[in-house]
């Protein structure tokens, strides 16, 4: 059942891995850079840990329960990207699901030929272009659908098609997190509910105040222990 207001419409910029921040930033050289970064370290246990006082967000937007006592997300294969099968597809909706359920907001991914009518309130996860408003994924909560943007990641697939499947799962990721009521975009580079700067040029926030690293994506493809966090604060 649905819980309190029809959240708005909530959008991802995300970066492509290793092509900077935002679709803006496609035409940037991929790093060639051989070897882990410096800095990686501190992002695996950014990831694994959150520290008391750590989370932080962007301001933009207000958090909330999810959208339901449980949530079924029903994936519709149709003009999906070539070089994406369904069972890849399936296979990122089910670890991102999986992983958000921590939070205790139990979820589960079918294909739409198995899920039949008998799913009510479901999740549609389908592609389109007009739908995703040309991004790489958007959070529709009043039409209770997930887009995926099959343009963005035809443009990724052009400049540095070995970013297309962390990419898809970070996405997915980061969409699936406004359903479970995350509606903030999180200030905390590591997490997947982050955007690396905002429009006034502000930047993200790294543990003890270091610098993103360059070349690399920092963002995490999954939910962080802060993301899981603040779902689980959102939804006792």
């Known amino acids: 059942m649905r819980r309190g207001r029809l959240a708005r419409v909530h959008q991802l910029f995300v970066a492509a891995s290793?092509?900077?921040?935002?679709?803006?930033?496609?035409?940037?050289?991929?790093?060639?850079?051989?070897?882990?970064?410096?800095g990686m370290d501190l992002r695996k246990q950014e990831i694994a840990q959150c520290l008391p006082g750590e989370i932080s967000t962007w301001g933009d937007g207000n958090d909330r329960p999810a959208v339901a006592a449980q949530l079924v997300f029903v994936y519709e294969h149709a003009s999906a990207p070539l070089w994406f099968d369904s069972?890849?597809?399936?296979?990122?909706?089910?670890k991102a699901a999986a992983?958000?359920?921590?939070?205790?907001i139990r979820a589960r991914v079918a294909p739409q030929a198995d899920a039949g009518t008998e799913v009510r309130d479901a999740i549609r996860v389908q592609w389109s272009q007009a739908g995703?408003?040309?991004?790489?994924?958007?959070?529709?909560?009043?039409q209770r659908t997930l887009w995926l943007g099959p343009g963005a990641?035809?443009?990724?697939e052009r400049v540095n098609p070995q970013a297309g499947r962390v990419t898809l799962q970070?996405?997915?990721s980061h969409e699936m997190g406004h359903f479970f009521g995350l509606m903030a975009h999180s200030r905390r580079c590591v997490d997947v509910t982050s955007y690396y700067s905002n429009p006034q040029g502000q930047s993200c926030?790294?543990?003890?105040?270091?610098?993103?690293?360059?070349?690399?994506?920092?963002?995490a493809a999954l939910p962080t222990a802060c993301d899981i966090a603040r779902c689980r604060a959102l939804n006792p």
């Not at 069972?87 to 089910?94: D, M, R």
């Not at 992983?99 to 205790?104: E, L, P, T, V």
């Open 18 to 38: 290793l092509l900077g921040c935002g679709v803006h930033s496609a035409a940037q050289t991929p790093s060639t850079a051989v070897g882990p970064p410096a």
């Open 99 to 104: 992983a958000w359920s921590q939070c205790g």
């Open 205 to 219: 926030l790294i543990r003890g105040g270091g610098s993103l690293p360059k070349g690399v994506e920092y963002r």
């Open 170 to 172: 970070m996405v997915i």
């Open 87 to 94: 069972a890849s597809v399936l296979g990122a909706l089910e």
């Open 153 to 156: 990641f035809l443009m990724l």
């Open 132 to 142: 995703s408003r040309n991004n790489f994924g958007l959070a529709d909560l009043g």
